[in-house]
């Protein structure tokens, strides 16, 4: 495990686009933590980490984003608005968790029985306005709700 105090949006970039260096395919990222905590930014950092200058916005209502052109595609989930286990079966995740690129889960938390075993997860807390800890598990954490 490794915890991170990030200060500021610019330190939360930097921890992600270091963990970018280390993704290879099927690498899986669930990531939990409140709303505004820093999910999305992590994301977006971890896609120019990977050499790709797509545009990471939120998927929250299409449920998945992919982003091309980098060393690897990053394909991007929020179970925020899933409504049930049903409709996240739909989404044919096995597919992209065993795929060719990285899955990277905003709310993995809300289905974690849906999140691969190998996965690492990463939790962000808000400890102030700018203040942020960031919490990596080891590679191959077990699922916490397991
Ligand atoms: N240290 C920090 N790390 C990440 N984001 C921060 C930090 N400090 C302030 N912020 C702000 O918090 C917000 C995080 O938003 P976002 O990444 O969309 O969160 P989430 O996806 O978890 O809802 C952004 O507006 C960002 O500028
Ligand atoms: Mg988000």
Redesign the pocket.
Same mark, same amino acid.
């Given at each position: 495990m490794a915890i991170f105090i990030?200060?500021?949006?610019a330190?939360?970039e930097e921890i992600a686009q270091r963990l970018a260096e280390q993704l290879v395919a099927g690498s899986t990222l669930a990531l939990q @933590?409140?709303? @505004?905590? @820093?999910?999305?930014?992590?994301t977006q950092s971890l896609v120019a980490g990977l050499n790709s200058d797509a545009t990471v916005t939120?998927p929250t209502f299409t449920i998945v984003h992919e982003y091309h052109g980098g060393r690897l595609p990053v394909y991007h989930f929020d179970f925020f608005r899933l409504e049930n286990r049903e409709s996240a079966r739909r989404l044919g995740l096995e597919d992209y968790f065993c795929g060719d690129g990285v899955s990277v889960v905003?709310w993995a938390d809300r289905f974690p029985e849906l999140i691969p075993e190998q996965a690492r997860w990463i939790s962000?807390e808000i400890k102030s306005?700018?203040?942020?800890i960031i919490t990596l598990s080891d590679q191959s954490h077990e699922n916490p709700r397991a």
């Open positions: 990030s200060n500021s949006p330190e939360t @933590g409140e709303l @505004g905590s @820093g999910k999305t930014l992590f939120s905003e962000f306005e700018y203040q942020r």
